[in-house]
């Protein structure tokens, strides 16, 4: 049944007026409903014809998309061995660095302790030179005083 807003001529109301539905309406619907039920069982039947057609179709998409996973697995696989490789010269070169700076710091730690050392010898060469000459001086007044002594001995 159909149903249609109408306005009430006395009171101005709006009401549901029932409409009867003509033959040709419900010729059309019933027409309507078996198109459709025939278009899906025409597409039922196209599924059913060509489903090996699909299943083949999707299988060489899935195969084409497996083909393209494994390709850019195997990329990425080159790409991080390019970037190891990379990493491994990088610390092989601070390695030498590290190395290099480590011996020229040595070096340095080395000349400052030749420094030190000669430093050292040049101070105890200054005190033996002045304990040496005070010796010398000291002999020398010491021989001087015997010959006086001597002298005024005899």
Known sequence: MLYQH???ENTGELKLLEIRENKAIK???INYQCDIQVEKNKYRYY???HA???NWEKLQFQQEELELKKSVAKQNDRQMEESGKRLEKKLDSLSVFTQLEFEFKNKE???SQLKINLELQKSQQGINNEFGEA???ENLASSTQMKKDRMSQE
């Open 6 to 8: 109408a306005q009430d």
């Open 27 to 29: 010729e059309f619907k």
């Open 47 to 49: 599924q059913e014809e």
């Open 52 to 54: 090996d057609d699909l």
């Open 109 to 111: 730690l080395e000349q």
């Open 135 to 137: 010796v010398l001086s």
